[in-house]
């Protein structure tokens, strides 16, 4: 072979970097290592800044010319590295047996280029990696926290081993990108195939449960939570609090808390929104002033406090806090915190007080805003502040059907039936649509969930019959469909039976027909609750004897004996 590279090679000033990257092709086609070396050498000394290019072509020849460790110092040395590097160095590694040096390279490539994730990972699979332990774990990391669970499942189920921390990673994959259910399934899967548990795995599973509302889960992931003797951790007992809360069992929540070695102050906001979004402003106010003398409140504390004021209907306790927020802890109220004082003016029938503190707070006021203040016109039948806010709310959303039904409800209310039928019109014209409702149940360990007008469920002929039944017995007992809850221009009987389709009253027939008469009917629905579902529950609960706890999106409604804590406020 007669290549050599002469070594006197001409200063830089003539030498341009195309002449290099020649020059190191050449030394690589040849294997010629030491020559290469002395071109590398060169380039040092004249301080070439070498390209991402040229820098490949250096791994490269040192990866073909068995100098691992060369190439290996040229990876290290580039700020950026691209795909070609790290195939290069991967490849080098297993051509030379060094194969568990090549999967080492995997999850840092991983970690440094999480944008070429799907590149690597067709990389991976062509060398038949990437079920290997070591690189599919980093990889079901990569696509499990960038949201795409199809493909961390489809790593998954490659791997030849589940461990703990693979198990955790596609479960909390699941439950972060709010497939609570799934990440349910996958877990009682793996549970059965004897997966082992670690405390990220339960907050995970925690959290997708309270999603849920899904108490029997939970009580069996607590099960579990016991038996693993990971109690003391704090995280792992706040979540334990938030999901007993979120999932009606109060009593339970505060079991938690009372047994806790040690408590931060998110425990105690835990707790007390819990309450708060119980409606039990007393249990909030008393908690607060116990939890003033052991750790120092903080916004999110007078969030839940606030809320758990204006929830309750404790309006002058909470007007107090707001005062003692400010004034003597010295914390700036934040949007929410207006909200609650709003909130809390709006429920006491002070309504024009409460639209002074939305003009003249340092804050845009949010449709929420607007929102919880046309409650309170409905409520106190404020008609014009009404129509002026329900005005200010279609500004800021024109396309939320919802807005449109609560101003109809103000004007059904005050029996002015022609603006009813000119929103409806507008409704109409606008071509305007609710999200369609969704109530979901838990029984016997199972979750039914149920659309609006469903006639999907295999038992759907019995449950109609059944909110038939039921319909008949509560309008004895002084139930009257609530006919301005519908906006589509129907008769009056069409209307009726809309109002008997919406998904919570089919949850709560459902329950009826499937549980014992002792037990309390638990429903979580996705929107709001409208007024005619809240009136049907109360009389339910009344006729029936039977409690029920419905969470919506807002809070929850714990309805016995014919009233719920709401106060019909909500
Ligand atoms: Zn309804
Ligand atoms: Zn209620």
Sequence with gaps: MSFRVCDSIPPVATFGLANYDDL???CTCRRAIKEGRIVHAHMIKCHIVTSVRLANRLLVMYVKGGSLEDARQVLDGMPQRDVISWT???SGYSQNGRSFEALEQLPRMLRTGQDHGRQIHSLAVKTNFDSHMFVGSSLLDMYSKAGEIKDARRVFNLLPHRDVVSCTAIIS????????????????????????????????LLTAVARLAAL????QVHGLVIRSELLSYVVLDNSLIDMYSKCGSLKHSRRVFDNMLERSVISWNTMLTGYSKHGLGREVVQLFKSMSREVKPNGVTFLAVLSGCSHGGLI??????FGYMVSDQRLKPEIGHYGCVIDLLGRAGRIEE????????????????WNSLLGACRLHAKISIGEFVAQKLLDIEPGNASNYVILSNIYAASGRWKDVARVRESMKLKKLTKEPGRSSIQLDKFMHIFFSSDRSHPQRKEIFDKITEVCERIKEAGYAPDLSCVLHDVDD?????????HSEKLAIAFGLMRSAGHESIRITKNLRICIDCHNFA???????????SLRDNSRFHLVAGGTCSCGDYW
């Design 24 to 26: 190191l092709r050449g």
């Design 88 to 90: 290069a160095m991967m």
């Design 173 to 204: 994959g699941y439950a972060q990108s709010g497939l609570d259910e799934e990440a349910l399934e996958v877990f009682q899967q793996l549970h059965r195939e004897g997966m082992e548990c670690n405390y990220v795995t339960f907050v995970s």
């Design 216 to 219: 029997d889960f939970g009580r």
């Design 316 to 321: 002058d306790e909470g007007l107090d806090i």
């Design 354 to 369: 409460a639209l002074d503190v939305m003009k003249n707070m340092p804050y845009e006021p949010t449709s929420a805003l």
């Design 493 to 501: 009987e069409q209307k009726e039976s809309i109002l008997l389709g």
């Design 538 to 548: 109360k009389y339910v609960s009344d006729v029936y004897q039977r409690e029920i």
